[in-house]
């Protein structure tokens, strides 16, 4: 039997990327397609997936010439990835242009592939010649070797790697040369353990119970001077005072000998009798605490009885009690309270959505592909009963369900909705996770103990078994994209084409759709569902203030007049109101107003943002920090001034306008963890602040009952950016915002400020008219030929040195026309080169080019493009 098998070794080849190993007779029967093993490459051990078994007939295809290395040894008996994954992988690999092992590794548990590395370890030579007690063996051995041959015989093995960090890189080289002339040592090939593990927890169980259990406490309570009838800790109450005492060490241990009389006389009692005294406490804690309780460990008990260790293990060499390790679930619901939800009535628009899932589901029974269903709802329409209930029946036929939220930001709200419909089915995947966490979660999916999983972008790579529905919520966010490192994929197209390849259904849902989903919907490729309406409310009404009238009336405040009149009355009404900017910090630029010097980042192209809690200027995209300047350092003027608008100066200006005001500001600032995102989210939906300032994850999903006012800052912040997607992002911007207004009992309000109140993208966003907007950009893009009509390529070089960039820009602009002219690709042309936008990024140049045709793929595979950044169908050409 022979095994293709894919290695990160071997990641650099993208035509070949699988090596043919020869399965041992003693493995045959345990491999399977993708299973973790260990095979040898080089010189070295390394990890592998196994990603085909065939025949050794098939063999004969290699050549006679060809000898195969075996297979080492198989590192996990459970596939790490099931045979849908492996197959959206080849896809993925071939689509994006990446290599599979990059792909593949998405879909592993991060921590679980394990480094390849030597150990050293001594020899039979060296222990024979040790047994006949000569010194034949270590002669002409230097001083260094016979240390390392002393270190080895104490401790059985060193890793090379620790050599290195112990005697330095140079040193460590000059050993293992002298090693490699010695018989005495051995480089053995080895892989590390992984990052990755179950964590585990030593715990004591009670192993006697009924008759034996009464004759062993008679005879320890026949130790006692005094007969006792009442367990030991009768003074203290019972074991409901457990948990307490473990939340504080510090605090008095109610399992301690109780302050009476007894202690008195305990003083007086020989060493049997308090080991007697301490053992039976011991025993009674076990016997007393409850099934579900926290188990005992045998630091806790010592530390709850004052017994010793030595002591302890006496009980265990009696067969009282034993001590078992037992693995402890890193849980990220841990500590929350999920309340349980019901299956709500639904709307005709609902239960028709909820019919046109089920029949795709149906038609992929039967072995039909059935079509991707695009949910367009608007905001409060009930999307999220429609994928609840869809789950549901997913589950109910024995299959189970992928969520996918753009933001982690979004996941608390998700996960409570979900996990309060299913609980204890529910996985949670995504990156502000912890190895362990990750790691836990990801084998209680591939176990098949849960039903759905909810995430971003990456939970669409967990090992689901018996997959059934996929559900991607606000499928229009860009954070569904990864742009950063290869793959650079698109989490709906992979989505996309898993559901095609299993043959379920796809549903896309968004208050907004992608101008290329709901094109796509135009043209048959997707099924159109739209809810039309709220539920038990109406969309709120959009008021649009010009702010260029503000500065005529003499208001050069941010917050203009009608907006300061809303913020009152919901104050006075005890509501809550939402303040958007898109955009942190106090001030986006520092200028000096006599020479015009500009404070900007000494790594990247852009001015640096003051940050007035911290007292720092900040760099948003390299995290350069600087010191607040007083004084220009060009001109030495004191005319520095602050210019730009920031959430802090929000923050700092609406405190000015109403003092009695609490306010919770919610950015990237603010929240760094995902800890953090829970608890503002919690403090401001619990009603302990009443107005929320933030950014664009305020924006997104969150459904917050009391908020009646949506006030945008400014709306005009991303709506001139030179993109082919400026107007979308700020037609969904403003939409999902002011859809965050009254979606409870009482009434919403949206304010709305602009320079630009003429702009057919304000215009449309302010009378929730997704359907002239998509009219008026889809005519546009097709006009320019722009994404959906053309696919997009960008190309992106970086590099110290301002002429490199150049030069490689225009070497490969030439390489591209020859090719594009060689395979008559038609109606295909590039866009640059250029520089990039922000020209200089955390120290280095940035020059750009856009290829633009219907399909770019038969240029991809042919141009060669090193050292080069290929983003395929970018959501930004900025």
Known sequence: ?????????????????????????????????????????????????????????????????????????????????????????????????????????????????????????????????EDENTQESTQGVSLRLRALLGFLHEDGELDVERLKKMVGKKRAQEILKEIQQSDLVERIPQLQAPKARARVKRVVRLLIQGEALEEWREERLSRFQQPIVEPVYASVGPPSALAAMRKSASQFNPWAMPPDSATLTLQKEDKETVLARRQLTAVDLLLQSPPNAVPWTPGGLCKATGLTNAQLQRLVKEQIITIETSEQRRDPLQGRTLPASTPLQLTPDQQQALSAILEASQRGNQGEVPQPILLHGVTGSG?????????????????????????????????????????????????????????????????????????????????????????????????????????????????????????IPVVLGSATPAIESYYRAEQNEYQLVELRGRIGAVLPPVEVIDLRGELHAGNTSIISRRLQEELE???????????????????????????????????????????????????????????????????????????????????????????????????????????????LLDRFANREADILIGTQMIAKGLDLPGVTLVGVVSADIALNLPDYSAAERTFTLLTQVAGRAGRGAEAGRVILQTFNPQHFCVETASRHDYHEFYAAEIDARRRYSYPPFRHFVKFTYSHTSRHRCQNEALLLCERLTEWIERLQLVNT???????????RLRGKYRWQMIVRGPDLHRLLRVVDAPGWEIDIDPISVL
């Not at 176990?447 to 999983?453: K, N």
């Open 829 to 839: 042309d590039i866009v640059g080169p250029a520089p990039a936008l922000m020209e």
């Open 1 to 129: 039997m022979l095994a293709d098998v894919l290695t990160a070794a071997a990641r650099w080849n993208i035509e070949q990327p699988l090596l043919t190993y020869l399965v041992p007779a003693e493995l045959e029967a345990s491999l399977r397609p993708g299973q973790l093993v260990a095979v040898p490459y080089g010189e070295r051990l390394v990890e592998g997936i196994i990603w085909n078994l065939y025949g050794d007939h098939e063999a004969l295809q290699l050549g006679e010439d060809v000898i195969l290395r075996p297979v080492h040894s198989l590192l996990d008996p459970e596939p790490a990835l099931l045979l849908h994954q492996r197959a959206l992988a080849q896809w993925m690999a071939e689509y994006y242009v990446t290599p599979l092992a990059h792909v593949a590794l998405l879909m592993l548990a991060p921590g679980l592939m394990q480094r390849s590395q030597f150990v050293l370890r001594l020899t039979e030579a060296y222990y024979r010649g």
């Open 383 to 503: 999307k999220t009963e429609v994928y609840l209930q869809a789950l549901a029946a997913m589950i109910k036929q024995g299959k189970r369900g992928i969520v996918l939220v753009p933001e982690i930001a979004l996941t608390t709200q998700a996960v409570q909705r979900v996990a309060g419909r299913f609980p204890g089915r529910v996985a949670i995947i995504h990156s502000e996770l912890s190895v362990g966490e990750r790691y836990d979660e990801w084998r209680r999916i591939r176990a098949g103990e849960i039903d759905v999983v909810i995430g971003s972008r990456s939970a669409l790579f967990a090992p689901v078994a018996d997959l059934g529905l996929i559900i991607i919520d606000e499928e229009h966010e860009p954070a569904y994209k990864q742009s950063e490192f290869k793959p650079t994929y698109h989490a709906r197209d992979a989505a996309l084409r898993l559901g095609e390849m299993l043959h």
């Open 569 to 679: 009355r919901v104050l006075n009404l005890k509501q809550q109101a939402i303040l958007f900017l898109n955009r942190r910090g106090a001030a986006s630029c520092v200028l000096c107003r006599d020479c015009g010097f500009v404070a900007a980042c000494e790594q990247c192209d852009i001015p640096l943002t003051y940050h007035a809690t911290e007292r720092v200027l900040l760099c948003h995209y390299c995290g350069n920090q600087r010191k607040v300047i007083h004084f220009c350092p060009i001109c030495k003027s004191s005319c520095v001034r602050y210019f730009g608008l920031g959430t802090e100066k929000v923050q700092e200006t609406i405190q000015r306008l109403f003092p009695d005001a609490r306010l919770l500001r919610w950015d990237r600032d603010t929240a760094r963890n995902r800890h953090a995102h829970e608890q």
